[in-house]
T-cell receptor, first 110, second 111 residues
């Protein structure tokens, strides 16, 4: 079963706008990771946030983690056409397993 | 570093045939795993390994076998292919709880 649940399932915005995706999970985690998957390709790691961190930045990406609500958000600022992809969150538990959500499909309209 | 490599890229099988999907990594990662991804879905864990000689089942292990004789290689065997195994298969590796690196995937069609 999937622990991470991304919300929304699909998101379509204009180029230049900001995109926000959310991930909720159910059990205790060691860290939470966000990945991007372009159509038909493998997943690429974007950012990892540990359970004792609240916010992390990487370029145009900003990730927050609220362990009390068991949720995380991924913000992509100033979106570009190249950001069109599916975005997945994965939670790492103490047993070395990554548990994946079903993903958010992001479409950036030119 | 080549990272995680997978072969073949594409494969068509007939029901009942067997085959092995190859996966190799050159990053000396102890943890390797196999996932399948069905259209519009997330990843489901098939089998994983935390080191040479150690393997364990994931969420959807039925119909698949794995072995880990070396740190570098983690082949996935389909014993008797079924149409329900039509999917894209990803191999991944990582060190501990850290970033997971994915191979490019193998697209498998079982007729």
């Amino acid at each position: 079963s999937q622990q991470g649940e991304e919300d929304p399932q699909a998101l379509s915005i204009q180029e230049g706008e900001n995109a926000t995706m959310n991930c909720s999970y159910k059990t205790s985690i060691n860290n939470l990771q966000w990945y991007r998957q372009n159509s038909g390709r493998g997943l690429v790691h974007l950012i990892l946030i540990r359970s004792n961190e609240r916010e992390k930045h990487s370029g145009r990406l900003r990730v927050t983690l609220d362990t009390s609500k068991k949720s995380s958000s991924l913000l992509i600022t100033a979106s570009r056409a190249a950001d069109t992809a599916s975005y997945f969150c994965a939670t790492a538990d103490s047993n070395y397993q990554l548990i994946w959500g079903a993903g958010t499909k992001l479409i950036i309209k030119p | 570093n080549a990272g995680v490599t997978q072969t073949p890229k594409f494969q068509v099988l007939k029901t009942g045939q067997s085959m092995t999907l190859q996966c190799a990594q050159d990053m000396n990662h102890e943890y390797m795993s196999w996932y399948r991804q069905d259209p519009g879905m997330g990843l489901r864990l098939i089998h994983y390994s935390v080191g040479a000689g150690i393997t364990d089942q994931g969420e959807v292990p039925n119909g698949y076998n794995v072995s880990r004789s070396t740190t570098e290689d983690f082949p996935l065997r389909l014993l008797s292919a079924a149409p329900s195994q039509t999917s894209v298969y990803f191999c991944a590796s990582r060190r501990g709880h850290e970033t997971q690196y994915f191979g490019p995937g193998t697209r498998l069609l079982v007729l």
